[in-house]
């Protein structure tokens, strides 16, 4: 009897029950609104210096930006879901004016920040995907388990929801992103059915289409079928890839040389794509097959700080199953003498 009364009142502290292989167990402390990964991983990787300016262009709930402002930095937050904005501004208020938070998708605050007079930076961090909250939040339409509108933008003000997609694209459209961003094997069978199933009547919630996705893709094991789905629709939704493209190019030149861009992928996809940019920005000399010899590489801007990605350590991906896939690259920008 003690031992249930004291282990909900754990769980009602917020902090999570883990058991580990041998039987023990761990409490640990989560976050209500989201829980950051790869976090010390990240900020050291950063070097926060006392003073330095750092944009946090995936502010979520703040977690990686309190990190950075504990170690003395300056910390512009970036979110495009009003939400993240102001619950990470209360979060963060007691940092006065080191903590600004800005309303804005993170590949296009560069001209937003230059407005302000904020022209260069010493480091960049993009975290990148869904926070908790969100996918939490039954209304926003992100989650297959809760009921909700097909919506799924993190940005309200945006004008395509899941939905119009849902409804409206062609079967071959749908198939390509369920095929491209979702990894989903039964693409075609998915699609056919999405646009059957609209036949009937117009889709509109998250119940909805699950069914439908569950409807020819049998369960198994532990992955719900539609969580590809679900995926796929949500980085089409926010034109994630292009996004990303936009982002990485735009925020590399608002860091100062020295300055250190760090970013965490969750998906092959995004994690191919910032590894191939941060590939050619650091590569001195490129070479082609027609050429006598290797050329200086006209893209030759950074240098790396990470050989291979890092990732989450046993610990982290027991507490936070989010952490498995997470991904963190880390380059510097070159000093113009390097
Ligand atoms: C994984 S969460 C970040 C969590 C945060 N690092 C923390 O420690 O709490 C991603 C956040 O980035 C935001 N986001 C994703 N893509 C964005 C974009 N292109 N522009 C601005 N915000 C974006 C989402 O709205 C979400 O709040």
């Not at 939040?137 to 004008?159: H, I, N, T, Y």
């Not at 069978?189 to 998250?206: D, F, M, Q, S, Y």
């Not at 590939?279 to 291979?308: F, Y």
Request: hydrophobic residues 40%; glycine residues 10%; positive net charge.
């Amino acid at each position: 009897m003690r031992r249930r009364r004291q282990r909900t009142g754990r769980i009602a502290a917020g902090l999570r029950r883990r058991e580990f292989p041998g039987g023990k167990e761990f409490f640990v402390k989560r976050h209500e609104y989201h829980d950051s990964v790869l976090l010390g991983e990240t900020v050291e990787a950063l070097r926060p210096a006392e003073g330095g300016r750092i944009v946090d262009g995936t502010l979520g709930g703040g977690g990686h930006s309190e990190a950075l402002l504990e170690r003395g930095a300056r910390v512009i937050g970036v979110d495009q879901d009003a939400e993240a904005i102001e619950y990470a501004r209360e979060r963060l208020a007691g940092w006065g004016d080191r903590f600004l938070a800005v309303r804005s998708n993170f590949a296009e605050v560069v001209p937003v920040l230059m407005g302000m007079g904020i022209c260069a930076v010493d480091g960049v961090l993009l975290d990148l995907g869904v926070s908790s909250r969100q996918l939490d939040a039954a209304g926003r339409g992100f989650s297959f388990r809760q009921e909700g509108p097909l919506d799924m933008r993190m940005d309200a003000r945006g004008s395509v929801t899941a939905a119009d997609l849902v409804n409206e694209w062609g079967a071959s459209e749908l198939e390509r992103i369920f095929r491209e961003y979702g990894e989903e094997p039964h693409a075609r069978r998915i699609a056919g059915a999405v646009v059957r199933a609209r036949e009937r009547g117009v889709l509109r919630t998250t119940l909805e289409l699950a069914a439908v996705v569950e409807g020819v893709v049998p369960r198994t094991g532990r992955i719900h079928p539609a969580t590809r789905v679900f995926q796929a629709l949500r980085m089409a939704v926010n034109r994630e890839m292009e996004v990303l493209e936009n982002g990485l190019v735009n925020l590399m030149g608002l860091l100062k040389p020295g300055g250190r861009m760090a970013v965490i992928t969750f998906h092959s996809l995004e994690d191919r794509m910032v590894k191939r940019y941060f590939s050619r920005i650091t590569a001195e000399t490129v070479d082609r097959p027609e050429w006598p010899e290797a050329r200086r590489n006209p893209d030759w801007a950074a240098v790396r700080v990470t050989r291979k990605a890092v990732v989450a350590g046993v610990a982290e991906t027991a507490n936070n199953p989010r952490a498995r896939s997470a991904k963190l690259r880390v380059v510097e920008k070159r000093r113009e003498e390097s």
